[in-house]
């Protein structure tokens, strides 16, 4: 069964730190994985998209690195501001279903000016 | 475009009562599914779509039905509601199995 975990559950930094959030699953058996913000009580935005057979994609400020063999994904995120506060999540696409995702319960974070 | 659309935004209900969640996209996306939210529980898959006509069910599907006639729409019932399904329900599309899933704001479901 897969498991995601993201690690920590809270963050909290000084504006102009980067940022490095955590995401780990048990089954290497994926399509791809997602990362996402959420912001309170909004849906889901789309961050980053890493396909199973790409090391890293880079958008922006924000870069997410998959190792598929040891079960991890990182997504940094450069010279933090105050707008990047709020949820991240990461999600896997499964192979062994339709195509299901499978959540992480999210690192909340919080930069402080 | 405007994306993957959800209405209501907020939906108050009493036990037993049915209603309808509805969920629109114009992207013309084969993909689409839908999601809860419970906090402790994250996000679980109630049901999905492969393509008009086509539907199956997620991990909570007990007390929901869709059913996909077009290619835009995937309306999601609640048959009898019940406390326990007090949640935040997404509803996602996607182009095509391995392409990124994109979400509705989500529709606020309390049941008394």
């Known amino acids: 069964k897969q498991e995601v975990t993201q690690i920590p559950a809270a963050l909290s930094v000084p504006e102009g730190e980067n940022l490095v959030l955590n995401c780990s699953f048990t089954?290497?058996?994926?399509?791809?994985l997602q990362w996402f913000r959420q912001d309170p009580g909004k849906g889901l935005t789309s961050l980053l998209l890493i396909q199973s057979s790409q090391r890293e994609q880079t958008s922006g400020r924000l870069n997410a690195s998959l190792d598929k063999s040891s079960g991890r994904s990182t997504l940094y995120i450069a010279a933090s501001q105050p707008g990047d506060s709020a949820t991240y999540l990461c999600a896997v696409k499964r192979t062994d279903s339709w195509g299901k995702l499978q959540f992480g319960a999210g690192t909340q974070v919080v930069v402080t000016p | 475009n405007a994306g993957v659309t959800q209405t209501p935004k907020f939906q108050v209900l009493k036990t037993g009562q049915s209603m309808t969640l509805q969920c629109a996209q114009d992207?013309?996306?084969?993909?689409m599914s839908w999601y809860r939210q419970d906090p402790g529980m994250g996000l679980r898959l109630i049901h999905y779509?492969?393509?008009?006509?086509?539907?199956d069910q997620g991990e909570v599907p007990n007390g929901y039905n869709v059913s996909r006639s077009t290619t835009e729409d995937f309306p999601l019932r609640l048959l009898s509601a019940a406390p326990s399904q007090t949640s935040v329900y997404f509803c996602?599309?996607?182009?095509?199995?391995?392409?990124?899933?994109?979400f509705g704001p989500g529709t606020r479901l309390t049941v008394t």
């Open positions: 992207m013309n996306h084969e993909y």
């Open positions: 089954d290497s058996a994926i399509y791809n």
């Open positions: 779509s492969v393509g008009a006509g086509i539907t």
């Open positions: 996602a599309s996607s182009p095509q199995l391995t392409y990124e899933q994109y």
